[in-house]
């Protein structure tokens, strides 16, 4: 039997309190795409984090050899030397340089001590053919799309004559398009005898590209599958990584059609001054107590845009229309406004806008409402503590302790306490912009269920995703949004994949 390209033996690695890789084990074969697959808090960015060298040798327990000889990497440069690249969710390019400055930066094509510009820029144009990147080398980062810099982000780690590259949920972030684009790349990429390890919780994509995968649970390999016959099945992943079967990842719920209208909206729309441009044409909509509405469209299409625009405006927005709650008028002039009047909001950025990631689960938990826990102005820590714990169990929030910083917590968690920082506020209207992106099956499974819970206690929910199916498996009526309109609404039992790409592309 051939030598791995990689193996991992017995890899455990702790932090305080958390063991988050036990006796880890992981082969891959060269010139496969073998895919690593678990829920958050799994241990598979650890494990990878290990491999590239952030967490060194000494760090953790256990050997990695790469073509049989054992490696001790000291910091990523080692791992880089050793011919790995890993490409994280969170892209590293640098905005404001150009794409050849980009690819190249760290390892300078230089003649003597000088920079060659001229063998730099033409080196850059024969990496992005490689990664089929129709873009000027002289392009500035800033100017690309996300799916174009998560190409550019590849043609940098093949510039380095990369063996094994990494990618960390490269598709998260990426319409149905670029994502297609992107597998279909790595496929090709293969082809070259390029090793791939892929890490993503979209199983049907880790299907269709997978050699092999491995499942990693609570910190230990579960099983390795062979993909490449085509036997492996998503439910087969789902019961391997949460330990369970989910039969139905959407909740049934009684849905209980109510008349009582919480939310209006009425000839609404927005012009940025920023953009020079409406973003919102005559938007009309409402929403029923005890109700899911789902927003779809395409990205850009001005579902985010909708939902700031009516929580207080923070982005500057000028507005016209009217806004009613349970009837009555209401004017928000900054999203203090709309929380008083019992609207939140859960913003699609968790780590940039929804939490603070240096501080801990309680106090982001307490953050939107400090007046609740406060006495005179000073924040009861006791009370903060209890509020925060009494989350912690209702919303299944998995951490060691509330004053664990939210930045150790695995992103289906993160979500958790957006979560439970907004419920804080007692809203009656609940809008979740992408509520499940970056996050895993089981945890996708659980904010369904708490969104199943509130609508049956009467809140009402407006939904904007992404995916068409938790579109479909979780609303009761949608609306489509196209160019900043509203381009159609579907009743659920009405509407298919198929009728709302139709309304979204008109």
């Known amino acids: 039997m051939a030598t791995p390209l990689l193996e991992m033996k017995n890899i455990t690695k702790e932090f305080p309190g958390v063991k988050a890789l036990n006796d880890v084990s992981f082969q891959v074969t060269e010139g496969e795409i073998h895919c690593l697959v678990g829920e958050n808090g799994a241990g598979k960015s650890t494990l990878m984090k290990v491999l590239s060298g952030v967490y060194p040798y000494g760090d953790y327990t256990g050997d990695i050899l790469l073509s049989g000889v054992a490696q001790k990497f000291s910091h990523i440069k080692d791992s880089e030397q050793a011919g790995i690249a890993i490409i994280y969710q969170e892209l590293a390019l640098i905005p404001e340089m ?12 230089k003649n003597g001590t000088i920079v060659d510009w001229n063998e730099t820029v033409q080196r850059a144009g024969q990496m992005l053919k490689t990664v089929k990147l129709d873009t000027n080398p002289a392009t500035l980062i800033k100017d690309l799309g996300v799916g174009k810099r998560q190409l550019v982000e590849i043609a940098k780690a093949l510039s380095r004559d990369v063996k094994i590259l990494i990618l960390d949920e490269p598709t998260a972030a990426l319409n149905e398009d670029d994502s297609t684009n992107l597998l279909n ?27 092999t995968i491995t499942v990693l649970r609570d910190g230990q390999t579960i099983c390795t599958l062979d993909a490449s016959r085509g036997q492996v099945t998503e439910y087969m992943l789902i019961k391997y990584m949460v330990g369970r079967e989910i039969d139905n990842i959407y909740p049934t719920r009684q849905r209980q059609p109510s008349t009582q209208i919480t939310l209006e909206v009425k000839n609404w729309s927005a012009y940025d001054p920023n953009l020079g441009r409406m973003v919102l044409k005559d938007i009309n909509l409402n929403v029923k107590r005890g109700e899911i509405i789902g927003l779809a469209g395409l990205m850009g299409s001005g579902r985010t845009e909708l939902a700031l625009s009516m929580f207080g405006n923070p982005v500057g927005y000028q507005i016209t229309g009217e806004i009613q709650l349970k009837g009555a008028k209401k004017q928000f002039n900054r999203p203090r406004d709309a929380i008083r009047a019992g609207m939140a909001y859960v913003t699609e950025d968790r780590k940039g806008d929804g939490l603070i990631l240096i501080q801990d689960v309680k106090q982001n938990i307490t953050l939107a409402n400090l007046a609740e826990i406060s006495i005179r102005g000073v924040v009861d820590n006791n009370a903060e503590v209890k509020v925060a714990n009494d989350y912690k169990e209702s919303l299944n929030i998995k951490t060691p302790s509330v004053e664990q910083k939210v930045s150790n917590l695995s992103g289906g968690n993160q979500q958790k306490v957006c979560l439970g920082k907004w419920l804080f506020v007692k809203p009656d209207i609940l809008i979740l912009d992408e509520p499940t992106r970056g ?26 995703s992404s995916e068409l199916p938790e579109i479909l498996g979780m609303s009761d009526r949608i609306y489509i949004v196209s160019s900043g309109k509203i381009s159609g609404e579907l009743p659920i039992e009405e509407a298919t994949q198929e009728k709302i790409m139709h309304l979204a592309t008109n």
């Open 439 to 464: 996050i895993d099956v089981g945890a996708k499974y659980e904010i369904y269920t708490i969104m199943t819970r509130l609508v049956q206690q009467g809140m009402s929910i407006i939904m904007i």
């Open 185 to 211: 790349l790595l496929l090709d990429l293969k082809k070259q005898g390029v090793t791939c390890i892929l890490i993503s919780h979209k199983l049907k994509e880790v299907i269709q590209v997978a050699d």
């Open 98 to 109: 150009t794409v050849y400055e980009n690819i190249f930066l760290g390892h300078e094509i």
